[in-house]
């Protein structure tokens, strides 16, 4: 059993900050990539960053480089996104997606709320 949970979102102005923290925890557990997904009303759910625990430069998605940055705790299975310069487009639910090694299973936070209204 592997649980994945965020926490951080909330409401914002546009130009604003916010920093998301998830964490994996389960006893045999061991990533080998963690990152973040978000998912707006009526829209799909799409890659926003994803950093790997082995090493290498983190990937973003072209609509968030340069404004938001993941980093990694190794000892703890946690993930932080760092979020400046917030717009109203990157409202969306906010989900954390854990990939064991080994095998690659991949694992899911429940989201977290994130708004950026006036």
């Known amino acids: 059993q592997v649980d994945v949970a965020e926490s951080g979102g909330g409401l914002v102005q546009p130009g604003g900050s916010l920093r998301l923290s998830c964490g994996a925890s389960g006893r045999t557990f061991s990533a080998f990539a963690m990152g973040w997904f978000r998912q707006a009303p009526g829209q799909e759910r799409e890659f926003v960053a994803r950093?790997?625990?082995?090493?290498?430069?983190?990937e973003y998605a072209d609509s968030v480089k340069g404004r938001f940055t993941i980093s990694r705790a190794r000892a703890t299975n946690t993930i932080y996104l760092q979020m400046d310069k917030l717009k109203p487009e990157d409202t969306a639910v906010y989900y954390c997606?854990?990939?064991?090694?080994?095998?690659?299973?991949?694992?899911w936070g429940q989201g977290t709320q994130v708004t950026v209204s006036l």
């Open positions: 997606q854990a990939v064991s090694s080994g095998w690659g299973h991949t694992y």
């Open positions: 950093i790997r625990w082995a090493g290498g430069a983190p």
